[in-house]
């Protein structure tokens, strides 16, 4: 059962533009909503993550807005750069005494071109 | 440069053949996570271990059997594979205290596994 929708599942951004990704979840027990980051070959690196009681968080190009009545999030890239091509997978965590659960989207590959 | 280090980076093996797959984490975290990835999918859990203890099993056949030796340590040992499960196989770890830590957790860059 997919707890976490995202979309697109490809995106093609021109060099400097504006790339935006976006989840929907159906589970208010969620405690934490991550961004992973995949290049191939590597394993996800965690890009940047929000509380549920935060609607917005930016870390230097990457933005992630939170709408919690509407169980949206969404990853905003400024300023897109090739080195950006990757893939995008959202994620939502359930923590549990001593771990933590992820549901994961179902990811977004991204091209950025020259 | 990832905190989670996986070894090997690229198995093949036979249908036959046992292997073990390692991963070594020194963030002084104490949940450690197996995941299976297929190509264009996300990550899907396999286990997790908490404090050294076995904590999930997400219906996972048995010729995959993980151990954690240490807090510092986790193992996944291969038995008669099939060619399905051939996949990038992926360690994590997160911060064990009080409900899970606060922070998400991090992976290791995987094991290519290919079985012929």
């Known amino acids: 059962q997919q707890q976490v929708k995202q979309s697109p599942q490809s995106l093609i951004v021109q060099k400097g533009g504006i790339s935006i990704i976006n989840c929907a979840y159906e589970?208010?027990?969620?405690?934490?909503f991550p961004w992973y980051q995949q290049f191939p070959g590597k394993g996800p690196a965690l890009l940047i993550a929000i509380r549920p009681d935060v609607s917005e968080k930016k870390e230097g190009r990457f933005t992630i807005s939170f709408n919690k009545s509407a169980k949206q999030f969404s990853l905003h890239i400024m300023d897109s750069q090739p080195g950006d091509s990757a893939t995008y997978f959202c994620?939502?965590?359930?923590?549990?005494?001593?771990?933590?659960?992820?549901?994961f989207g179902t990811g977004t590959k991204l091209q950025v071109i020259p | 440069d990832t905190e989670v280090t996986q070894t090997p980076k690229h198995l093949v093996m036979g249908m036959t053949n046992k292997k073990s797959l390692k991963c070594e984490q020194h963030m002084g975290h104490r949940a450690m996570y197996w995941y299976k990835q297929k190509a264009k999918k996300p990550p899907e859990l396999m286990f997790v271990y908490s404090y050294e203890k076995l904590s999930i099993n997400e219906s996972v056949p048995s010729r995959f059997s993980p151990e954690c030796p240490n807090s510092s340590l986790l193992n996944l040992h291969l038995h008669a594979l099939q060619p399905e499960d051939s996949a990038l196989y992926l360690c994590?770890?997160?911060?064990?205290?009080?409900?899970?830590?606060?922070?998400?957790?991090?992976f290791g860059d995987g094991t290519r596994l290919s079985i012929l």
């Open positions: 589970n208010t027990a969620f405690d934490y």
């Open positions: 994590a770890s997160s911060q064990g205290s009080g409900r899970g830590g606060n922070q998400p957790q991090h």
């Open positions: 994620a939502a965590l359930t923590f549990s005494w001593g771990y933590q659960k992820v549901t």
